[in-house]
């Protein structure tokens, strides 16, 4: 008969001591006072680990093998895999950006229960990596269109859309290690997760993209251990009242910079990267948000001083717009894009209208613009209609046109001598509170300030292999695509609204 | 979705919900703890949406590992239960052959 799993899990605790021998401060400080007890509910040992892990893969693997023998990649819808030439890589940099998290953690963290789930939480950031770069080369190999694919994390890291990862994404390994646990274990992985890796697959079934389904739902399968690592120390740290305050602060703001980056985006993949939407993003938010981890998590926490953040309702109020104003954003920048983005035809904008009322008022007459400039011969962007440039927010890195372009609640000031701008009082605040951790980050339009757009596009590296050809394209079937002449031609100089 | 009111952004909650949920890829080891939790506890609502199944209910949902075996013709463990989980709310206990989520946000084991 097996042993029990108990009874094992209490005896390698056992086998915990205290160095005799070297420095035993943690290597990365903590403001919080982090007691020795703490419990990890899975109470994961290392050869379940494995085995566990060993049959995510065998499994996963094995589907992404069935869909190359049954030629799945085919049935998939355009307009998905291209909004996923951002997107996934995005997700890409957040695994990184935990490995190294994650790190610090499981070496500052002195309780060995907790550290042993936080290893195991590295080993799965890692696997997670491996896993999106699988799914990738199969993009790569079995799409019908690898262009930006091929050099989807270089160009990422260049683009502005992956400025919002980075700024996002980067707090899992910036500053004090307990608010990196509430931002990565309790807000991303819990709350917002779930969105992404749990009902994206549905949407990813339904636009004919079975692979991603498969392997999202095999990370998310980890991403149910770095709950539980996050529960366990929240409960760790609450049994100490001084930790109350701070960590209530670290909740108010990893809640609105997560909401910010992560509603925007995923989002706009649901929404603006799909053309069978099984759902509303604003039903999945109040499902899996404001229901599941506010109503079912955070509110249980609340004899032990856990408050839900203040700006919760006015999360609420904006996150039915922020992922249109994104894509309103992204759309305007296509030239900038290494995927081709989508114009919304009249299904689309009767979907939108009638789930989310008003909608075509704000966003309709973009749109139809949009389509009417989609062909080269036209000679016009939908860039050259905006009145300038909308600032980046210095905190966020959305555009300042947040929550809806026409109720922009942008702040410009200067900080150093620089002008800056921010998208909402939310990330005012983040950034007043530390606001080294924000300023250093160069805006794209500043980067770009009086270059042709042409230029921009070649330093980018946006250009198919015949050498003329964008990568990016205004809709996914363009009958004569537009090449690098066609926006030289234009002669559309980028100009930063920032500049003096 | 679950049937419990809706938690209302930016007020305070009345009391905290008692429902907790998991949700299982779909899979041959999925249809069968479906069905066994659909036979056990009729009172819990299970959504299914193509990728997976969303099982909620209030208090505690269990999953017991022999009788999961039994009905699915072959030994499974609490390991690969878990392999078919893709996310869960509520407090998960892993113990002996047994897989449960309970809303009781603290139990006795955290508080030594």
Not at chain 1, 457 to 464: A, E, M, N, P, V
Request: glycine share 6%; net charge negative; aromatic share 10%.
């Amino acid at each position: 008969m097996a042993k029990s799993l108990v009874e094992v899990h209490e005896k390698s605790k056992s086998y915990d001591w205290d160095f005799t021998v070297g420095d035993k401060t943690p290597k990365y400080p903590t403001r919080y006072i982090v007691p020795k007890t703490g419990k990890d509910p899975f109470r994961m040992l290392v050869r379940d680990y494995a085995k566990m892990e060993a049959e995510k893969d065998d499994r996963t693997y094995g589907f992404i093998d069935g869909s190359i023998r049954m030629r799945m990649a085919d049935q998939i819808q355009p307009r998905f895999m291209e909004a996923l030439k951002l997107t996934l890589p995005d997700l890409t940099n957040a695994e990184f950006q935990a490995v190294a998290g994650v790190g610090m953690i499981a070496l500052s963290i002195q309780n060995q229960e907790l550290r042993q789930g936080y290893h195991a939480q590295m080993m799965d950031e890692v696997r997670h990596t491996q896993l999106e770069m699988a799914l990738r080369r199969y993009y790569v190999e079995h799409w019908r269109d690898p262009s930006g694919w091929d050099l989807a994390q270089k160009a990422l890291y260049q683009h502005p859309g992956g400025l919002v990862s980075l700024a996002l994404f980067q707090n899992f390994n910036t500053g004090d290690v307990i608010d990196s646990v509430i931002n990565l274990n309790v807000v991303v992985e819990t709350a917002y997760t779930n969105i992404l890796l749990v009902a994206t697959p549905q949407t990813a079934i339904a636009n004919g993209d079975h692979a991603l389904a498969t392997t999202f739902l095999s990370i998310q399968s980890d991403e149910s251990r770095h709950m539980a690592n996050g529960y366990g120390t929240l409960f760790a740290v609450l049994q100490d009242h001084r930790n109350v305050d701070p960590l209530n602060e670290a909740l108010e703001r990893h809640f609105w910079h997560t909401h910010r980056g992560l509603d925007a985006l995923v989002g706009w993949q649901s929404e603006y990267g799909a053309v069978v939407r099984p759902w509303t993003y604003k039903d999945q938010w109040q499902e899996w948000v404001a229901d599941d981890f506010i109503g079912s998590y955070i509110d249980r926490f609340a004899d032990h001083g856990v408050k839900p953040p203040t700006r919760l309702g006015k999360v609420a109020q904006d996150v039915p717009w922020i992922h249109h104003s994104t894509a309103l954003a992204l759309a305007a920048i296509w030239p900038l894009n290494f995927w081709r983005s989508d114009a919304m035809g009249p299904a689309d904008m009767d979907w939108f209208e009638k789930n989310y009322p008003g909608w075509h008022d704000v966003y309709g007459g973009f749109w139809e613009g949009y389509a009417a400039l989609a062909d080269p011969e036209v000679g016009r962007l939908i860039l050259q209609e905006l009145p300038s440039l909308p600032p980046f927010c210095q905190v966020c890195q959305l555009p300042c046109i947040m929550p809806r372009p026409d109720k922009s609640e942008i702040r410009v000031f200067e900080y150093n001598g620089s002008k800056m701008a921010v998208c909402s009082e939310g990330c005012e605040w983040i950034f007043n509170r530390w606001p080294e951790a924000h300023a250093g980050r160069k805006s794209f339009w500043a980067r770009y300030h009086g270059w042709d757009l042409a230029d921009v596009i070649i330093d980018l590296g946006y250009i198919r292999p015949d050498g003329r050809t964008l990568m990016g394209q205004p809709t996914v079937d363009m009958k004569r695509p537009w090449t690098i002449d066609d926006i030289r031609r234009i002669g559309y100089e980028v100009k930063d609204p920032l500049a003096s | 979705m679950s049937e419990q009111p809706s938690r209302s952004a930016g007020v305070a909650a009345p009391a905290p919900r008692e429902t907790v949920g998991i949700s299982l890829m779909t899979s041959a080891d999925t249809e069968a703890a479906v069905a066994m939790i659909r036979e056990e506890r009729p009172d819990v609502r299970i959504s299914f949406r193509e990728a997976f199944y969303k099982i909620e209910g209030e208090g505690v949902i269990e999953f017991d590992m022999a009788r999961l075996s039994e009905r699915l013709g072959r030994p499974i463990d609490t390991d690969i239960f878990l392999v078919n989980m893709s996310t869960y709310y509520g407090r998960m206990v892993v113990s002996d052959g047994v897989v449960a989520i309970h809303s009781d946000i603290q139990p006795e084991r955290f508080r030594d």
